[in-house]
């Protein structure tokens, strides 16, 4: 089992609308997803009643926990190892705590979601600092952690100033190529998830048709994620196995 977790010292840097591309991309390719939920909010469960409502919903291949300290994430991981999870993604609460750092020690890789405004990257390359220092601290250097760049404009659309200065400074830092954009169908999806878990509902139903292709573009994003994660995890397993 894989465990990612999404990690920023910020409030709205896209935590939860990066776990939902990764989710929608592993559910496409079969795997079995534990989700657990380590933040004070029910967005996630929402979510889920959301799908259910809609009998999309899959309980087979996803699995959610809501979890309030380490005890309980103890208890979720072997859980999410019983239900045989290929991959347990973990959604946490902004800020330092010692349930984060007890997530951080166990997890294989930290994505740190952002976006390019000066203000966030402040904070995004202090939750960097934060975790790679923890990290280093209790050696567990084999833990990998990366920027997700998110709400990153269109190709046609210039930076700003601040963006392209905030550019300059990510662009030393370890960051995946995969980049989220600023898109307006993922903006009303807060308790929705992205159209994962009903794909088929978007195919079959007439209106949701006209949908379909801006869904399939956010899942393709979701599939380059996937792909990095597993390309990163294997390669830094594969180091370790030569030492
Ligand atoms: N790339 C994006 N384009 C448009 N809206 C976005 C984007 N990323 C996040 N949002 C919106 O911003 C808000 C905060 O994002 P969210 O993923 O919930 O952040 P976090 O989980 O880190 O608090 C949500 O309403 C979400 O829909
Ligand atoms: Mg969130």
Redesign the pocket.
Known sequence: MKTITFM?FK????????LYLLVAALHERGKRIAVINADHNDVLHQWREYGLALNTWDDEHVKLWKILDDEEMAEAAEEAEEFGADYMLI?TAGGGSDLNDAILYNSDMVII?SDLGRQELDQTIETMQYVQDYLKDQNASHVLSGFLL??VPLDNKQFSADESEGWEIMETLPIFDTR?????R??G??SKGLMDLYRNDLDSDKSSRFRAPHYTRLLKIGHQLADEIDAALSSSEEARDAV
């Open positions: 920023s409030g709205g840097a896209g935590k939860t609308t990066s959604d979601p998110n709400r989220i954009p600023d898109n307006k993922i903006k999806q807060k």
